[in-house]
């Protein structure tokens, strides 16, 4: 494993080398025949994680320069490969799984359809009909008029409330091209698949979608086929993307998420750091930001930040007359059995599902989803930790309505387009009012009514306080940090990855804000920093108190929703600047309705132990992976290859993931109730998978 990664560190080297000029390398290609060779010598066991650093290497290889001849790699570069082993085929199955997370899974096959260039007049009215709609949410109308006439935006409008229209619009109006960046892949492909589907003219590159798929999209943006492109930031640090789009006049650049820069700690992304220097690249276009989440504070921030120009700010939509919005709070002992009474009551309502469950651990997202399993609940976990193809495969049956609760971190939701959830339950106090009202919003988007429900306990907000205080840093620490980074860098200049640890993520935003050092990304994920000087201390301070500050007004916001008596409609609104009077269609909230309640109060609820409930706590679902060895290791694989089979050329997840054909064939069920207790298992498994699964056990 150290030959590799040594190998895969020099080409890193070599590729960021090559890359400045237009010529391939030849010791470039030396380097990735060296790392072929290195990854042929890699027990199984290290593939896995070979695999990581190779992918981290892909765009790099991708963006190489062209060869000189113009001619496709010889077999002396590009080797015929080899049979693939059993742990290659897992990696792919994986892989697959990645993508489909990412809704890249199944873009070329999108149905080809006669493009429909728009020639009518740049009137917002004509566009709206052009798309096949005939209304305007709030606030959209303003912001499609406004790009229209090239002034700049600032688009704050909930999730679900439509910002996506609001470039759209503008983009399909002109030949001119119109620029959509997003951090989010599963996002974006669902824009440019629907978009697509429609004949628009429309393009995306991301990683995860190849080469070949890259080479087209940008050619289509080139020859000016492509009206829109929709990209990520790091495209900005891309020679191939740069130079396919001065190839056309840009007169839009639409921003989504654009509360990425000015975010401090986790969600610090640098790369948006580079967005305002693009905007001068591409000839001052007209920019719209878009976000669901900003405060005025962080508005005003994006707005200096990106330079904006007397821009028009929208703050509407954000009242969802469809929702109702519940806070029930829970003390003392017996809290969680209380809550997972009152979960399971309401779930139990067919009325209520589907649905979503937020909760703020892995460990109680596994808790919660099997508490429901053992009442007789279609549900199923998802978080971080699980096996892409495990999130791939319940994803999938939620899509379907395989499984209709899934109980989840914040880790799903984004680029998930399900129209008929019926409530949104949060486990626990989240972060902030805007994590919260980003979940909630992903209830009821076909309009029917919907509801969402928060379980508050003051024993939460230990927890919050905890990570305030986690991600707190001192002055001190950030002018070490700066120290630090200069004692490694040659005369200022350095590369280094990006840092997970979110202290260090909040220490490299403060000294970026004080302008002791620049941030820009570079190639690979990795970021280049320039020294400028050591932090001015009383700057430093400032800051420090700036970023601790943003979590305790968060905490502030989030608590005061939980606990006051106010309307909970009104406080949402209230929060996110929108004037508008709310204007529930149905039952408000709990403060506002309370003789129309639907849930019990929390104090009456008698907790008994049914033997439902102890059967769900005992389940291997919250036991330690299972360790198959010989007979049960044996039969695995032959479930693995059923399952290829039976996939009949689609991903494995779409039939199961690993960790059901685990369970599968370290207990063996006999019938099909047995199997339909299998974790993963749900009526379609057994409707066209069961009779074969228990043919195949009963032979083995």
């Given at each position: 494993m150290l030959e590799f990664e040594a190998n895969a560190a020099r080409l890193r080297g070599l590729l960021t080398a090559e890359a400045k000029g237009d010529e391939r390398d030849p010791e470039v290609d030396a380097g990735l025949s060296e790392l072929r060779a290195a990854w042929k010598r890699l027990p199984a066991e290290d593939r896995a994680l070979a695999g990581e650093i190779s992918a981290s290497l892909k765009e790099l290889v991708e963006?190489?320069?062209?060869?000189?001849?113009?001619?496709?790699?010889?077999?002396?570069?590009?080797?015929?490969?080899?049979?693939?082993?059993?742990?290659?085929?897992?990696?792919?199955?994986?892989?697959?799984?990645?993508?489909a997370l990412q809704g890249l899974d199944g873009l070329t096959k999108v149905a080809a359809t006669e493009t429909r260039s728009y020639n009518g007049p740049a009137e917002a009215n004509a566009l709206l009909a052009h798309v096949g709609l005939d209304s305007f949410r709030p606030g959209q109308r303003e912001a499609v008029?406004?790009?229209?006439?090239?002034?700049?935006?600032?688009?704050?409008?909930?999730?679900?409330?439509?910002?996506?229209?609001?470039?759209?619009?503008p983009g399909l109006a002109s030949p001119e091209l119109t620029i959509v960046v997003s951090p989010l892949?599963?996002?974006?492909?669902?824009?440019?698949?629907?978009?697509?589907?429609?004949?628009?003219?429309?393009?995306?590159?991301?990683?995860?979608?190849?080469?070949?798929?890259?080479?087209?999209?940008?050619?289509?943006?080139?020859?000016?086929?492509?009206?829109?492109?929709?990209?990520?930031?790091?495209?900005?640090?891309?020679?191939?993307?740069?130079?396919?789009?001065?190839?056309?006049?840009?007169?839009?650049?639409?921003?989504?998420?654009?509360?990425c820069i000015s975010e401090w700690g986790h969600d610090f992304r640098p790369d948006y750091l580079r967005l305002p220097k693009a905007v001068a690249r591409l000839g001052r276009p007209t920019v719209m930001a878009c976000t669901a989440t900003a405060t005025a504070e962080v508005a005003e921030e994006v707005r200096s930040r990106l330079g904006l120009e007397s821009p028009l700010e929208i703050r509407s939509g954000f009242d969802r007359p469809n929702l109702s919005f519940d806070t029930l709070t829970f003390e003392g002992t017996g809290t969680k059995a209380r809550k997972l009474a009152i979960l399971e009551q309401a779930l139990k309502d067919a009325a209520n599902r589907p649905a979503i469950v937020y909760c703020g651990t892995r460990r109680d997202t596994e808790e919660v989803a099997e508490a429901m399993r053992g009442a007789g609940l279609l549900a199923a976990p998802y978080h971080a930790g699980l096996a892409p193809d495990e999130r791939a495969s319940t994803q999938l049956r939620f899509m379907t309505g395989d499984a209709d609760v899934i109980v989840a971190t914040n880790a799903f939701g984004m680029g998930v387009d399900k129209a008929n959830v019926r409530s949104v339950w949060h486990w626990a106090i989240p972060s902030s009012v805007e994590a919260y009202y980003q979940e909630a919003g992903r209830a009821g988007r076909d309009g029917a009514p919907a509801r969402a429900a928060l379980l508050a306990s003051r024993s939460d907000l230990g927890r919050l306080v905890r990570f305030i205080e986690q991600r707190k840093v001192d002055p001190t620490s950030v002018i070490s940090y700066v120290e630090r980074l200069n004692a490694r860098s040659d005369h200022g200049a350095l590369e280094l990855d990006n840092p997970r640890d979110d202290a260090d993520r909040i220490r490299l935003a403060i000294a970026e804000r004080v302008g002791a050092i620049d941030v820009e990304p570079a190639i690979g994920g990795r970021l280049t920093i320039t020294v400028n000087r050591r932090p001015d201390r009383a700057e430093t301070e400032a800051a420090c108190?700036?970023?601790?500050?943003?979590?305790?007004?968060?905490?502030?916001?989030?608590?005061?929703?939980?606990?006051?008596?106010?309307c909970r409609r009104r406080q949402l609104l209230d929060h996110f600047g929108d004037s508008t009077p709310g204007a529930p269609e149905g039952r408000c909230c709990d403060a506002c309705d309370p003789d129309t309640a639907w849930l019990p109060d929390p104090e009456t609820i008698t907790v008994t132990r049914s033997g439902k409930r102890s059967k769900a706590k005992?389940?291997?679902?919250?036991?330690?992976?299972?360790?198959?060895?010989?007979?049960?290791?044996?039969?695995f694989e032959r479930l693995r290859a059923w399952r290829t089979a039976a996939a009949k050329g689609k991903p494995a997840y779409t039939v199961a993931n690993?960790?059901?054909?685990?369970?599968?064939?370290?207990?063996?069920?006999?019938?099909?109730?047995?199997?339909?207790?299998?974790?993963g298992v749900g009526p379609a498994f057994i409707k066209r998978h069961a009779s074969d699964v228990l043919n195949l056990l009963s032979e083995a």
């Open positions: 963006g190489r320069p062209a060869a000189q001849n113009g001619n496709d790699p010889g077999p002396e570069e590009s080797p015929l490969p080899e049979p693939p082993t059993e742990a290659e085929l897992r990696m792919d199955e994986q892989r697959e799984a990645r993508l008029e406004a790009a229209l006439a090239g002034r700049d935006s600032m688009i704050v409008m909930p999730t679900g409330g439509g910002k996506s229209l609001c470039y759209q619009l892949i599963a996002l974006m492909a669902d824009q440019w698949r629907k978009l697509a589907e429609a004949g628009h003219p429309v393009e995306m590159v991301a990683s995860g979608l190849g080469a070949a798929r890259t080479r087209e999209a940008l050619n289509r943006v080139g020859d000016g086929s492509a009206r829109i492109i929709y990209c990520s930031p790091e495209r900005f640090g891309s020679t191939a993307f740069l130079d396919a789009i001065s190839q056309r006049d840009v007169d839009l650049l639409a921003i989504d998420e654009a509360h108190r700036i970023a601790t500050d943003r979590g305790w007004q968060a905490y502030r916001a989030v608590e005061k929703y939980a606990f006051s008596e106010a005992k389940s291997k679902a919250a036991a330690p992976a299972i360790d198959l060895a010989g007979a049960d290791a044996e039969l690993d960790r059901t054909l685990t369970e599968i064939a370290a207990s063996r069920p006999s019938d099909e109730g047995a199997l339909a207790d299998i974790h």
